[in-house]
T-cell receptor, first 114, second 112 residues
Framework: NAGVTQTPKFQVLKTGQSMTLQCAQDMNHNSMYWYRQDPGMGLRLIYYSASEGTTDKGEVPNGYNVSRLNKREFSLRLESAAPSQTSVYFC?????????????FGSGTRLTVV | DAKTTQPPSMDCAEGRAANLPCNHSTISGNEYVYWYRQIHSQGPQYIIHGLKNNETNEMASLIITEDRKSSTLILPHATLRDTAVYYCIVRVAKAAGNKLTFGGGTRVLVKP
């Protein structure tokens, strides 16, 4: 049971480069999320997708775009990376209605922008 | 979603119970209390949640006060592997997107 899979696990970018972080879940969850976590801080929501075909901004969406490719996959794109985007990025998924259980998180992508 | 207040850190002896407090005095009637933990360098892990009744599962127990303004997460027999940051979160369960908002959490260090 893979849960939530994120790729890549590590990435170093130069300022101005672009890249896409991939996330896939195999739990048939409707909702998916992207968070970032800066050193010593809690997680902050970047974007989320309540269901296939919908996306919405979270707390810190600037500098990012997302695509809900299908029910399984939710990608995060940095069009022009900046050093301020150096962070650990976590993808998560959840059932959309039932309160039972919680979010399932991936293991994270550690991104450094130099 | 209501905000929560947790102590920034606490120590616990291995094998003893760890009691983690959380204050959520502005919680609304339809908001649940959720607990997650994050072990170093890993993604957060769901522990338990509840509305107003006390809850128990294989990982922990959740005690919610009658007025729901505070709660306590209990790890009954802490092990070294329970060293982590523990997050208390309150949210409306059926809200669009079921968004979680993480605060600073409590950094728990389990000592031998």
């Amino acid at each position: 049971n893979a849960g939530v899979t994120q790729t890549p696990k590590f990435q170093v970018l130069k300022t101005g480069q672009s890249m896409t972080l991939q996330c896939a879940q195999d739990m048939n969850h409707n909702s998916m999320y992207w968070y970032r976590q800066d050193p010593g801080m809690g997680l902050r929501l970047i974007y989320y997708s309540a269901s296939e075909g919908t996306t919405d901004k979270g707390e810190v969406p600037n500098g990012y775009n997302v695509s809900r490719l299908n029910k399984r996959e939710f990608s995060l794109r940095l069009e022009s990376a900046a050093p301020s985007q150096t962070s650990v990025y976590f993808c998560a998924s959840s059932e959309d209605l039932a309160p039972s259980g919680g979010y399932t998180f991936g293991s994270g992508t550690r991104l450094t922008v130099v | 979603d209501a905000k929560t207040t947790q102590p920034p850190s606490m120590d616990c002896a291995e094998g003893r119970a760890a009691n983690l407090p959380c204050n959520h005095s502005t919680i609304s009637g339809n908001e649940y209390v959720y607990w997650y933990r994050q072990i170093h360098s890993q993604g957060p892990q769901y522990i338990i949640h509840g509305l107003k009744n006390n809850e128990t599962n294989e990982m922990a127990s959740l005690i919610i006060t009658e007025d729901r303004k505070s709660s306590t997460l209990i790890l009954p027999h802490a092990t070294l592997r329970d060293t982590a940051v523990y997050y208390c979160i309150v949210r409306v369960a059926k809200a669009a997107g079921n968004k979680l908002t993480f605060g600073g959490g409590t950094r728990v260090l389990v000592k031998p």
